[in-house]
């Protein structure tokens, strides 16, 4: 992003496929207001034949307390094809994306200490919305994208550590007490290092962002609220 010249940064992953007219919603929606994250709408291509095919219903993103993401129904439940107004998504599934330039860097662009995959797409999406932006997905924008078995990342530390170690700074970082219920969730490492996150820590101070409970109140409602003590592991 920090050599991006344009006005717009449009986040593609490789394994996608636009369909015609795909970008135009996404810039208009950035032109009228300049402080969001716009994602296009994703179709599903079959990894093992390249069959695309639409999604049956409008959907938006969410996630679990361990963090992890997960399609829900948009409000209203709607499973109109038709649709055309935004969705409102608490969180984006990540990769597939468009953002101007300035705002994006306003944000301090993704964690650079974020390693390789996993967890960018909750932090991006937390501090859009809790500092005064707000995360959208737009029907009118088609984009297909393969969903693939396996990924195709070297993580020297192992996947789930690594995935653990990024989520973690994210909960550390935006989730003020809630992040309580994520690290029961996933019985956290005590030793696990998630690296200095003063800087980010400051970031939001600086952008006089919201608290992760008016997150929860305005933006994902739904999702239970739990007691960290009622998580609990045995045999």
């Not at 695309?52 to 709607?78: H, I, N, V």
């Not at 800087?199 to 409970?213: A, D, G, P, V, W």
Request: glycine share 8%; aromatic share 12%.
């Amino acid at each position: 992003s920090k050599l991006a010249t344009s006005e717009v940064i449009v986040f593609l992953d490789a394994h996608c496929e636009c369909n015609l007219g795909w970008l135009e919603p996404l810039l208009f929606s950035l032109s009228v207001n300049p402080k969001k994250v716009v994602s296009p709408y994703i179709d599903t291509i079959k990894s093992e034949n390249f069959q695309y095919k639409q999604s049956p219903m409008l959907l938006r993103g969410g996630f679990t307390w361990r963090l992890e993401f997960g399609w829900r129904a948009a409000a209203g439940g709607t499973n109109s094809l038709e649709e055309t107004q935004p969705i409102l998504t608490p969180v984006i599934s990540g990769g597939l994306f468009a953002v101007r330039r300035d705002y994006f860097m306003s944000l301090g662009t993704y964690d650079p200490q974020l390693n390789i995959w996993g967890g960018e797409n909750l932090e991006l999406s937390f501090k859009t919305w809790m500092c005064g932006g707000s995360v959208e997905i737009l029907p009118c924008s088609r984009v297909g994208h393969v969903f693939r078995s396996s990924l195709p990342y070297t993580f020297t530390e192992g996947r789930e550590k690594t995935v653990l170690r990024n989520l973690a700074r994210v909960a550390g970082v935006w989730m003020d007490s809630y992040a309580d219920i994520f690290y029961a969730a996933v019985n956290l490492p005590s030793d696990l290092d998630i690296g200095d996150i003063s800087e980010r820590i400051q970031l939001r101070k600086n952008l006089k962002c919201k608290s992760f409970k008016w997150y929860l109140d305005n933006v994902f409602p739904e999702i239970d609220v739990v007691s960290p003590d009622t998580v609990v592991y045995g045999q």
